[in-house]
Structures are given as C-alpha cells and as structure tokens.
C-alpha cells in the first residue's frame, strides 16, 4: 500500500521560504508522478506544481511561476517542493499527491494516494 507522508509546514512571513517535502513508501512499481496541490478555506483546490517521477521534468501553474519549483531525491522517495518570495495569499494546506498511471497527472482524480496535507502560513 502506496503511503504518503509530508512535513515541513509551518509559518512565515511574506517574502519569505519554506520547503516542504513528501516521502513516498510501499509502492513496488515505478511512479507516473507526483504533484502538489494546495486549499484554503472557501476555495477549491488548486495543483500548483507537478514533477514527472522518471525524467524528473517539473512544471508550476501560473500562480506560482518564478517562485515555486519541485524537485525528487535520487532514489526519487522524496519530493520536495520550494517555495520562495511567499505572499499572503499562498496561505493554504498543501498537499501531496501520486499517480502510478502512465499518462495521468492532470486533475485531482487522477491521482489515487494523497499525502495527509501539512499547512503553510504566511504572515504580511
């Protein structure tokens, strides 16, 4: 059974960097991908970067181009997501999500095994 655990939330003040890793246990076959997506109250949520498990190409959304970026570890057990020159607005849950599916890594059903979300916070 595929598990999912982030860490490295927490609180920082606008302008400032956070990184927030997910580490990935239990799968025995090779990854499709991995995104990030993130919620705040009232809003849906939103993918703002993804990472192509076995060429290791990422790509962000709009919202966070220039400032976000996502990375794995060599073994790929890892992934990490970077986010620098925080605003206010990037206040949200962040999560972490898999797919083992060759060719899905679009919309949130795509992916079948989320992370248990770690919250960001960011103070003006």
């Known amino acids: 059974q595929v598990q999912l655990a982030e860490s490295g939330g927490g609180s920082v003040q606008a302008g400032g960097s956070l990184t927030i890793s997910c580490e990935a246990s239990g799968s025995t076959i090779e990854r499709w991908c991995v995104a990030w997506f993130r919620q705040s109250p009232g809003k849906e949520r939103e993918k703002v970067a993804w990472?192509?498990?076995?060429?290791?190409?990422?790509y962000e959304t709009d919202s966070v181009k220039g400032r976000f970026s996502t990375n794995q570890s060599d073994d790929k057990n890892k992934v990490y997501l970077k986010m620098d020159n925080l605003r206010p607005e990037d206040t949200a849950v962040y999560y972490c999500?898999?797919?083992?599916?060759?060719?899905?890594?679009?919309?949130?059903?795509?992916?079948?095994?989320w992370g248990q979300g770690t919250q960001v916070t960011v103070s003006s």
């Open positions: 999500a898999a797919s083992y599916r060759r060719g899905f890594c679009d919309t949130e059903k795509d992916f079948d095994y």
């Open positions: 990472i192509y498990s076995k060429s290791g190409r990422w």
